[in-house]
């Protein structure tokens, strides 16, 4: 298949080729957030299965089973905390426009008027 140099081809969901000067020179691997947030899901979640069905056993496992267990409720919490620290801080950070709201309150005068002139009374 040829490619034009300087042109990204999809190989796949998660991969992209970069060709230049019309040959294949780097692999370039793009991750989308479905990906980041499944990679981050089988890192954790696959150690945590292997420890709770006791597949791996040890000393530590077996002195800290029950938190080992709840530690996925434990990072829901914090991924819920995280959530609406941001969200605080983007409510707190919000930049009022001021030239935006007088226009918008000029074109509802404007408007209120010309449907007065229309026979449209208004409260």
Sequence with gaps: MAVPAGKT????VSLRVVVLEGEWCCWRIIMTKLMEWLTGAVLILGPW???VTNTIQNEFTK???????LF???LVAVFGLVSIAVIAYRVYTFNDCQE???ELQQQIK???ADLAKKGLKLD
Excluded at 63 to 69: G, K
């Design 110 to 112: 404007e408007a209120k």
């Design 63 to 69: 002195q800290y089973y029950m938190e080992i267990l």
């Design 49 to 51: 299965s292997a420890v």
């Design 72 to 74: 996925p409720v434990f």
């Design 9 to 12: 081809t999809t190989a796949d």
């Design 100 to 102: 935006a709201a007088e």
